[in-house]
């Protein structure tokens, strides 16, 4: 996608994300939903953000592990880094970069593309799947009246399919059919760079699917309990706000929202959050206003990670800036003697 047309398509969600804050805010008083946000409890909030921190390390360790099966050498730290440093691009820079093309860019410089595109995928992949059985299994837990039980199916279709995506992006058998097929493809490729290509994204994919048998199984742990601590947070801003809507009911309701603003139709999901969470928590006797200062204070948790990674990026460019100066610097003069 070129760079016209990719500022063309940020601004459309922009655009599409302000239209839908303004019918919000048209039915929603937003002083109200300050009036909500002042009236929350600080403790509580932080607590959230503690859980937070948490999902986001857990992530960093799912992450470790497929960037490793790749030969990728990162830290748990450097992987943390290299996430809070894509929410920060992806957030203040959303005309130009995205968030997953700076992950990729930075699992990249080691010099295996391939490897940081397959490992970037199995993870987007593995944290979905697990916002979808958390979901379903918040849902059946909880078994809402009314309209809402229609989401049920949804969400549980949804649940299927990525579950099937999962196991088979895993599956020793699902690469002893493809990746040879794929490998004779590339074969009779005229190109000397495809046929590279396509043999490197083959490898890429096989260093998971002839992988140990447990690894989907720690991929999968490592991925709910990420969501289960994010879940956590989002029940602790909830708290804050002084909701006494269940822990189930929550998760449901999260999920619904996580799966969706997954489609790219808003920026940073403003709007749809909002209106999604004010649908779904509406029965449970939670206001609009409610509604929309929880879905700022989980955006507030988004923005929070994002300034981390801004510091992250200023200590990484600082030492940068200041050897360019120094070397940009005229010698001094000698002093005649």
Same mark, same amino acid.
């Given at each position: 996608?070129?760079?016209?047309?990719?500022?063309?398509?940020?601004?459309?969600?922009?655009?599409?994300?302000?239209?839908?804050?303004?019918?919000?805010?048209?039915?929603?008083?937003?002083?109200?939903?300050?009036?909500?946000?002042?009236?929350?409890?600080?403790?509580?909030?932080?607590?959230?953000?503690?859980?937070?921190?948490?999902?986001?390390?857990?992530?960093?360790?799912?992450?470790?592990?497929?960037?490793?099966?790749?030969?990728?050498?990162?830290?748990?730290?450097?992987?943390?880094?290299?996430?809070?440093?894509?929410?920060?691009?992806?957030?203040?820079?959303?005309?130009?970069?995205?968030?997953?093309?700076?992950?990729?860019?930075?699992?990249?410089?080691?010099?295996?593309?391939?490897?940081?595109?397959?490992?970037?995928?199995?993870?987007?992949?593995?944290?979905?799947?697990?916002?979808?059985?958390?979901?379903?299994?918040?849902?059946?837990?909880?078994?809402?009246?009314?309209?809402?039980?229609?989401?049920?199916?949804?969400?549980?279709?949804?649940?299927?399919?990525?579950?099937?995506?999962?196991?088979?992006?895993?599956?020793?058998?699902?690469?002893?059919?493809?990746?040879?097929?794929?490998?004779?493809?590339?074969?009779?490729?005229?190109?000397?760079?495809?046929?590279?290509?396509?043999?490197?994204?083959?490898?890429?994919?096989?260093?998971?699917?002839?992988?140990?048998?447990?690894?989907?199984?720690?991929?999968?742990?490592?991925?709910?309990?990420?969501?289960?601590? =994010?879940?956590? !947070?989002? /029940?602790?801003?909830?708290?804050? %706000? @002084?909701?006494?809507?269940?822990? +189930?009911? $929550? *998760?449901?309701?999260?999920?619904?929202?996580?799966?969706?603003?997954?489609?790219?139709?808003?920026?940073?999901?403003?709007?749809?959050?909002?209106?999604?969470?004010?649908?779904?928590?509406?029965?449970?006797?939670?206001? =609009?206003?409610? !509604?929309? /200062?929880?879905?700022?204070?989980? %955006? @507030?948790?988004?923005?929070?990670? +994002?300034? $981390? *990674?801004?510091?992250?990026?200023?200590?990484?460019?600082?030492?940068?800036?200041?050897?360019?100066?120094?070397?940009?610097?005229?010698?001094?003069?000698?002093?005649?003697?």
């Amino acid at each position: 996608m070129s760079n016209t047309r990719r500022i063309v398509v940020r601004i459309a969600k922009l655009a599409v994300a302000g239209a839908l804050l303004y019918f919000i805010f048209r039915v929603v008083p937003f002083r109200e939903v300050l009036q909500t946000l002042r009236s929350a409890q600080p403790g509580m909030a932080l607590v959230g953000l503690g859980f937070l921190f948490g999902a986001r390390l857990i992530a960093a360790s799912r992450m470790k592990m497929l960037t490793d099966k790749q030969g990728l050498v990162f830290s748990l730290s450097e992987i943390f880094e290299i996430s809070t440093t894509a929410t920060f691009y992806g957030l203040v820079l959303p005309g130009i970069v995205s968030g997953g093309l700076i992950r990729w860019y930075k699992l990249a410089r080691q010099g295996q593309s391939v490897g940081a595109l397959a490992s970037l995928t199995w993870d987007r992949l593995a944290d979905a799947t697990s916002v979808a059985v958390i979901g379903v299994a918040c849902w059946l837990l909880s078994r809402p009246a009314d309209v809402r039980t229609t989401l049920g199916p949804v969400l549980l279709a949804a649940c299927i399919g990525l579950v099937c995506l999962y196991l088979t992006g895993f599956s020793r058998r699902v690469g002893a059919l493809l990746f040879p097929r794929i490998e004779s493809a590339a074969g009779r490729l005229r190109s000397e760079w495809a046929r590279t290509r396509v043999a490197k994204v083959a490898a890429a994919g096989r260093r998971y699917h002839e992988a140990e048998a447990d690894f989907p199984l720690r991929v999968a742990v490592l991925s709910l309990a990420s969501q289960l601590v =994010g879940l956590a !947070a989002f /029940a602790c801003w909830s708290r804050s %706000l @002084g909701m006494s809507v269940g822990f +189930a009911e $929550l *998760g449901w309701a999260r999920s619904c929202y996580l799966l969706t603003v997954l489609l790219p139709i808003t920026f940073a999901g403003l709007g749809a959050r909002e209106g999604i969470l004010i649908l779904l928590l509406r029965p449970y006797g939670v206001t =609009g206003a409610e !509604a929309v /200062a929880l879905a700022f204070l989980q %955006l @507030g948790g988004t923005l929070t990670m +994002a300034a $981390l *990674g801004g510091l992250f990026e200023l200590r990484r460019l600082w030492p940068l800036q200041r050897s360019t100066e120094t070397r940009g610097s005229p010698a001094p003069l000698e002093e005649d003697s």
